[in-house]
């Protein structure tokens, strides 16, 4: 089911090219177990294949690095040999600028980075190096040339400029490098990944950073990290997605027994952008599901209904500016729930060094939350009946 949900007033003018976006990838977990590489892209990617092959650029977050790594680990890596799987579902431009990217150090990204260019795969927001990780992808489509920039918010530390790595968050940094790609091409992508894990918007702030980066030149902004969709906007005629959502993922996965908002992250969608020379012509979405076999699939009329209000329900919350409180509730009752129960699998396993880097990364903002967080629970206490 596509719906379009953004068009142009103007005609196109002159030709144009298909962008195809999705939103995270994680081969690991179940989804590696059971698809292998030699299952091939048709059985792990389904009914969406077909359509990923329409894009010119058909991009997506890999935010599992595929790599080997030491026995008996697998959290979040990927089979170096599913570069072939992504390849041959028409993936060609591939966000590595994620904040699990590294999981595997510096080599497990270099391994990674091989094995996508081995496959023509173009890498966004890392490299061997930050200089090649800060490069722009440029490809030419229908006679445009299209300029693509990767960054991603995830307060590493990335000292070591000598190695492989991806481009942290810089905001004055990434607006001068938007504006400068502006003035070399057709056509501005920015991939960011960021956000709120979960919650059904965008944080404010990071909203209004697609809506600068799409001010200083971004004819799209596609963001990511959040593992659930967040609704789009439109400025000028430039597109900014707050959330892709999850293409591919175990959602189980991880330290924490706690799986918030499981059908919210089997939702998402494939996105169909069309551009020429003047920016967005129109855009749309076909929902996605997230199966029981950890395969994806087109989202049947149910599921597409449910997908598609959401999507739209969202959009226009953030476009009235009526979303800030409904925002603030969930990231205290998601969010701070989650993090609490990380904090007490590192105590129980003893990791005192990661309890620490978590403790020190607490800011003025998560004071708030937490208190939100007591208060609800406070007040549900006392509801109880006696």
Request: hydrophobic share 40%.
């Amino acid at each position: 089911m596509h719906t379009t949900f953004y068009r142009r007033s103007e005609a196109r003018q002159g030709s144009a090219f298909r962008l195809v976006a999705v939103g995270d990838i994680m081969l690991s977990g179940e989804v590696g177990r059971r698809h292998p590489p030699e299952c091939g892209a048709s059985r792990l990617f389904g009914d969406s294949v077909p359509l990923l092959r329409t894009g010119d650029i058909v991009f997506g977050n890999l935010e599992t690095s595929l790599c080997d790594g030491p026995p008996g680990r697998q959290l979040f890596r990927g089979n170096p040999g599913m570069a072939v799987t992504l390849t041959d579902a028409g993936f060609n431009v591939l966000s590595l600028a994620n904040n699990h990217i590294l999981d595997y150090g510096p080599q497990g990204l270099r391994q990674c980075l091989t094995a996508l260019r081995g496959q023509g795969i173009a890498v966004l927001g890392a490299g061997l190096d930050q200089e090649e990780a800060r490069r722009p992808v440029v490809l030419e489509r229908a006679g445009l040339r299209i300029g693509l920039l990767g960054f991603g918010r995830t307060l590493q530390d990335q000292r070591d400029v000598g190695v492989p790595g991806f481009v942290e968050w810089d905001e004055r940094a990434a607006l001068e490098r938007v504006r400068d790609l502006r003035r070399r091409v057709d056509c501005v992508v920015v991939s960011l990944h960021i956000g709120m894990m979960w919650i059904d918007y965008p944080k404010p702030a990071f909203k209004e950073i697609g809506d600068r980066l799409a001010d200083a030149g971004a004819d799209v902004v596609l963001m990511h990290h959040a593992h659930v969709l967040q609704g789009y906007g439109v400025r000028a005629g430039r597109l900014a997605i707050y959330n892709l959502g999850n293409f591919i993922a175990d959602i189980d996965e991880g330290e924490t027994e706690t799986t918030p908002v499981p059908e919210r992250q089997r939702e998402s969608g494939v996105f169909t952008i069309e551009l020429d020379r003047a920016g967005v012509v129109e855009a749309g979405i076909v929902p996605l599901w997230i199966t029981d076999e950890f395969t994806v699939s087109l989202a049947g009329a149910e599921i597409s209904k449910r997908i598609l209000e959401r999507f739209e329900r969202i959009s226009e919350d953030i476009r009235l500016g009526r979303y800030h409180q409904e925002y603030a509730r969930q990231r205290a009752e998601l969010n701070t729930g989650n993090l609490l129960e990380s904090l007490r699998v590192k105590v129980r396993a003893g990791r005192w060094g990661d309890l620490a880097k978590s403790v020190l990364r607490v800011r003025p903002e998560h004071l708030g939350m937490f208190g939100r967080f007591g208060a609800r629970k406070l007040m549900a206490l006392l509801r109880r009946p006696s």
